[in-house]
Each structure stands twice: as structure tokens, then as C-alpha cells.
């Protein structure tokens, strides 16, 4: 059984950095493209990064772009998320993905195997 589990998740100031993980379980970890969405009160979930089965290759939102850094360890069966310069409109649910397709896609319906979310709150 696919397993995924965020962690890391918290209260912060706007300004301050966080690293999120996931750790994966259940399944071959490098066969999968590995993404974080996101999900706030009231919103669609929304793409955030992904990445690909060998870490070559990282894709993300225009809204995170320079201030996130998404990266994975198939040794650990981990992919983390690292959040600089976080912002009040990043506070959502987070959550990772794992997609089985050939590249890196955005759209959540893509993804297969989902995590139960971690709560990052943002305040100004």
C-alpha cells in the first residue's frame, strides 16, 4: 500500500524559511515523479514544484519561483520542500504527489498516490 507523509509543517512570520518533507513507503520511489500542491481555505489545490524520478529535472509555480526549492533522496524515499522568504498568501495545506507519467506534470488529476497534508501557516 502507497503511503505518503508530510511533515514539517507549523506557524511561522512572514519572512521566515521552512523545509517540508514526505516520506514515501509502498512503493518504488525512484520510478515516481515526486510534486507539492498546496491547498488554502476556500481555493483549488494548486501545483507548487515537482520533480523528477532522478532529480534532473524540477518544475514551478510562477507564484513560488526563486523562494522554493524542491528535492528529492531516493535513499531515504524522501522529497522535501524548502521554503524561503515565505509570504502570508503561502499558508495552505501542503501536500506531496507521486506520478508513474513519463514528465513532470502540474495538474493535481495527473498525480496518483497523494499524502494527507501538513498545515503551514504564514502570519504578517
Known amino acids: 500500500q502507497v503511503q505518503l507523509a508530510e511533515s514539517g509543517g507549523r506557524l511561522l512570520q512572514a519572512g521566515d524559511s521552512l523545509r517540508l518533507s514526505c516520506a514515501a513507503s509502498?512503493?518504488?520511489?525512484?520510478?515516481?515523479?515526486m510534486g507539492w500542491f498546496r491547498q488554502a481555505p476556500g481555493k483549488e489545490r494548486e501545483f507548487v514544484a515537482a520533480?523528477?524520478?532522478?532529480?534532473?529535472?524540477?518544475l514551478y509555480a510562477d507564484s513560488v519561483k526563486g523562494r522554493f526549492t524542491i528535492a528529492r533522496d531516493n535513499a531515504k524515499n524522501t522529497v522535501y520542500l524548502q521554503m524561503n522568504s515565505l509570504k502570508p498568501e503561502d499558508t495552505a495545506v501542503y501536500y506531496c504527489a507521486g506520478s508513474r507519467l513519463y514528465g513532470l506534470v502540474v495538474a493535481a488529476g495527473l498525480y496518483d498516490s497523494w499524502g494527507q497534508g501538513t498545515q503551514v501557516t504564514v502570519s504578517s
Open positions: 520533480i523528477s524520478r532522478s532529480a534532473g529535472s524540477t
Open positions: 509502498g512503493l518504488t520511489f525512484s520510478s515516481y515523479n
